[in-house]
């Protein structure tokens, strides 16, 4: 990956990281700022401080059923990320064992504590470092996973929406016309890379994205079926978090939700701010308990992730450094 930034990109520039770093720090002050006028307003409403109102909505937590239900379904989402890399890097790139890609996955983890795309950036250089696969050729894997993965959630949300969509806030009224524009993006990217569009143009054949030159639709046809049961154990399991949290939710309700905040946890702020403005922007009437359920949430999920990758550490440095 690496090999092939440094092949195909112009060089780095300071600016545009600087301006990066400013958006950053703007949409993080901007969730932040709309938390606490939420908390701090349901706070008012009930009489007591925000610090009095958080606290007893944490008291009010039914937390070993919750403890019992994240983990459960962590080591879950685990074993389906595991397979869904493991079959990606069979299609394109080379057969590894599903056990000998346990311990790369599960390293990348604790990178992904600070950014999910930097940790599969890991991920090509384990590769490379373990088993001399260029990092470009795992690259170009990881880059078809995540484009993959934007499709995937926006099909789930589309699903739940035709599902749910009069109790849906009005701005999800937009996913139907997002997914009918994205089938026609989607089917356009694949005649690029099958040569049938433009078939004298040269964009298809840097080798970053050798994995799309490669795939067929069939690929990402199972792609989607691979990486789904996660997706659905979600709506399951957060379902039933809400309710340990005292919200009433149901399967159906979360099923076009979670798609979306799922984008939102993507997005690099601290503590996953984003991701738990938007619960507390969707289920409006429970900001208290939507902060605090975003908060522990995803929060849990990305340690105990990272937790999953230290049992395997030792092992993933053995295989690369011999020691």
């Not at 399951?236 to 939710?249: D, I, K, P, R, S």
Request: aromatic fraction near 16%.
């Amino acid at each position: 990956m690496t090999e092939e930034q440094t092949m195909d990109a112009p060089p780095a520039r300071k600016k545009p990281n600087a301006i990066g770093r400013v958006l950053f720090l703007i949409l993080t002050a901007i969730c932040f700022a709309y938390l606490y006028y939420r908390l701090n307003g349901a706070a008012m409403r009930e009489g007591m401080t925000l610090v009095a109102y958080m606290t007893q909505v944490f008291a009010s937590v039914n937390w070993i059923p919750w403890i019992i239900l994240m983990v459960g379904y962590s080591l879950f989402y685990f074993v389906i990320d595991t397979l869904v890399v493991t079959k990606a890097l069979g299609w394109f790139v080379a057969d590894i064992r599903y056990r000998d890609i346990l311990p790369i996955r599960a390293s990348a983890y604790i990178i992904s504590i600070f950014n999910e795309q930097i940790g599969k950036g890991a991920m090509a250089y384990y590769l490379n470092k373990r088993d001399q696969i260029p990092g470009w050729e795992v690259g170009s894997v990881m880059l078809f996973i995540m484009f993959c993965e934007m499709f995937y959630l926006l099909v789930w949300a589309t699903i739940g929406y035709f599902f749910t969509g009069d109790a849906l806030p009005a701005v999800f009224g937009l996913i139907p016309y997002i997914a009918l524009a994205a089938a026609g993006l989607l089917i356009v990217w694949i005649l690029y890379f099958q040569g049938t569009i433009l078939p004298g143009n040269t964009l298809r054949d840097r080798r970053i994205l050798h994995a799309f030159k490669l795939a067929k639709p069939w690929h990402y046809g199972a792609f989607f079926l691979l990486r789904s049961p996660a997706l659905l154990a979600a709506v399951a399991v957060y379902t039933v978090a809400l309710n340990l949290f005292g919200v009433e939710a149901s399967l159906l309700n979360l099923l076009p939700y979670l798609p979306v905040i799922f984008f939102a946890a993507a997005v690099p702020t601290p503590m996953r701010a984003a991701a738990i403005t938007f619960w507390v922007l969707l289920f409006p009437e429970n900001e208290g308990q939507m902060a605090a359920f975003g908060f522990v949430q995803h929060n849990f999920f990305i340690l105990f992730n990272a937790a999953i990758g230290l049992v395997f550490l030792r092992r993933a440095q053995r295989e690369m450094f011999g020691s």
